[in-house]
């Protein structure tokens, strides 16, 4: 089994009165386990010249994936702070990722076009965003490209 | 402005055949702009604790700005491996939160629109008469329409807020979003209890239905059994 760590830390010291400091770390495990995920995507980047939306972790279609605990992490890599990409999943926006954001989040892919996570940038002219699943599916593709 | 800072690392010696290794590190900031988020819901704990098991809104859409860059944290803060929340985005699921297990991510807060009606208090009060809306009774204090409908005005109502557009007239406007039906009858629910023969009114002069959210943050627990969930949400 694999061991993939993930920490996370938000702090301010000018949000509230006094200072804020949150400071996460945790294991990727498999579903009610503590054996750890084994498998990802890998870290892609790309480079997005339309605004059209795209598949990142498609489903094999046809298959379906047990329930699972994989994670999802997603980067806007835009350094023009009016630049964003649109994340949705299934039929849900989530939100807007604005330049630098990043995102982590669980997911769980049943089946092909159910709850697939799927992104859109705001402009034509060029973004990098990077994207990574970290899983134990039998049935996504390798690649985040369409289906 | 406040300076409001994420960091993600993300390592491992044996997923890959070479060290996975990265982090990423953001400045919170308003959508478009580099002004820093200013607005907190605080970080909150949340208990669940009920049998049959029963998922609560932790964020409402109409608490945060639509497509702004508003950002989400959950933890399940669980011990027991097994123990899971799923989160859902109105009533799509995004995935399980098992024991230990955090997410952060932006959030649209795509809102609805509050249901709104405004009635008009009018006819001959008797004093005693009462006005019942959303649970809360109203007992007129005089015969005056204006006092009446001031009285109306001052009560705290569950589900809604009022204002005094004229000086007979409340006008309520809905809590939350929600497309509930409340004003599909032009009486709103209203109840006037009439003394003494005489005609005491309340009538619905206006009315706009509401349309229901569509991007609550909505968590379920996967026991019964206690389970606590930390939460924060930075806004605009």
């Known amino acids: 089994m694999a061991t993939t760590t993930n920490s996370l830390t938000l702090t301010s010291t000018d949000l509230f009165d006094d200072s804020l400091s949150i400071s996460n770390t945790s294991t990727c495990y498999k579903a009610g386990t503590t054996i750890g995920l084994d498998q990802t995507t890998g870290l892609t980047r790309t480079y997005l010249t339309a605004t059209t939306v795209i598949d990142l972790f498609p489903v094999v279609k046809g298959t379906t994936n047990a329930v699972e605990n994989g994670k999802v992490y997603i980067a806007n890599l835009s350094e023009d702070e009016t630049e964003f990409v649109t994340i949705n999943i299934g039929d849900a926006v989530i939100g807007r990722l604005y330049a630098g954001d990043f995102m982590w989040m669980p997911w769980s892919p049943r089946a092909q076009h159910v709850n697939d996570i799927e992104l859109a940038p705001s402009v034509a002219t060029g973004m990098h965003v990077e994207f990574m699943a970290i899983h134990n599916f039998a049935n996504i593709y390798p690649t985040g490209v369409d289906s | 402005m406040a300076t409001t800072t994420a960091t993600i690392t993300l390592s491992s010696s044996?997923?890959?055949?070479?060290?996975?290794?990265?982090?990423?590190?953001?400045?919170?900031?308003?959508?478009?702009?580099?002004?820093?988020?200013?607005?907190?819901?605080?970080?909150?704990?949340?208990?669940?604790?009920?049998?049959?098991?029963?998922?609560?809104?932790?964020?409402?859409?109409?608490?945060?700005?639509?497509?702004?860059?508003?950002?989400?944290?959950?933890?399940?803060?669980?011990?027991?491996?097994?123990?899971?929340?799923?989160?859902?985005?109105?009533?799509?699921?995004?995935?399980?939160?098992?024991?230990?297990?955090?997410?952060?991510?932006?959030?649209?807060?795509?809102?609805?629109?509050?249901?709104?009606?405004?009635?008009?208090i009018g006819g001959t009060w008797v004093v005693g008469e009462t006005f019942e809306f959303d649970g809360v009774l109203i007992t007129a204090a005089t015969t005056s329409v204006n006092s009446i409908a001031t009285q109306v005005n001052s009560a705290y109502y569950p589900n809604w807020t009022t204002t005094i557009a004229n000086s007979d007239e409340v006008t309520f406007t809905a809590r939350h979003s929600m497309d509930a039906g409340t004003v599909v009858t032009a009486t709103a629910d209203i109840v006037i209890v009439q003394t003494g023969g005489s005609d005491a009114t309340a009538v619905v002069s206006a009315a706009a239905m509401g349309t229901a959210t569509s991007s609550d943050i909505i968590v379920v627990p996967s026991v019964v059994t206690t389970m606590d969930l930390e939460h924060i949400l930075f806004k605009q």
């Open chain 2, 14 to 120: 044996d997923l890959l055949s070479n060290v996975l290794s990265f982090s990423d590190t953001t400045t919170l900031t308003l959508a478009g702009n580099a002004t820093g988020l200013s607005l907190t819901s605080g970080l909150g704990r949340t208990n669940f604790t009920n049998d049959p098991v029963q998922g609560k809104v932790i964020y409402r859409s109409d608490d945060a700005t639509t497509n702004g860059a508003n950002k989400v944290y959950l933890k399940n803060m669980s011990a027991t491996a097994t123990e899971y929340f799923t989160v859902y985005i109105d009533q799509e699921e995004m995935g399980r939160l098992y024991a230990g297990d955090f997410a952060f991510f932006p959030w649209a807060a795509t809102g609805g629109v509050k249901e709104v009606f405004t009635t008009t």
